[in-house]
């Protein structure tokens, strides 16, 4: 069993930046895919980033590609997402997410993971 916890939401304005963490349970938390999704009101959760359990290999949505890096501290448990140039349309709950898998797959892509945290609110207005 993992349990996984986000922390660093906030409310922020157009442009900012902001960086997510999720602290993860477990003492084999380098044999899970981590990621990155979120969820805006009334619309579905969608995949944000993710991270092989390495840290050598990532994926991003094309919406956030180029503004958001996600990153892994395998010695703390703990994967991050560096939120850049905030745009209102990234306001959502922000989840993070667990695979024990040895490569990112389409399914984890997809939203089938193992795990889920609480999620965290991010709101970019101005």
């Known amino acids: 069993q993992v349990q996984l916890v986000e922390s660093g939401g906030g409310l922020v304005h157009p442009g900012d930046s902001l960086r997510l963490s999720c602290a993860a349970s477990g003492r084999t938390f380098g044999t899970y895919v981590m990621g990155w999704f979120r969820q805006a009101p009334g619309k579905e959760r969608e995949f944000v980033a993710a991270i092989s359990g390495s840290g050598r290999s990532t994926r991003f949505a094309d919406s956030v590609r180029g503004r958001f890096t996600i990153s892994r501290d395998n010695a703390k448990n703990t994967v991050y997402l560096q939120m850049n140039t905030l745009k209102p349309e990234d306001t959502a709950v922000y989840y993070c997410?667990?695979?024990?898998?040895?490569?990112?797959?389409?399914?984890?892509?997809?939203?089938?993971?193992?795990?889920w945290g609480q999620g965290t609110q991010v709101t970019v207005s101005s």
């Open positions: 997410a667990a695979e024990k898998a040895l490569y990112i797959a389409a399914g984890f892509i997809e939203g089938e993971a193992d795990y």
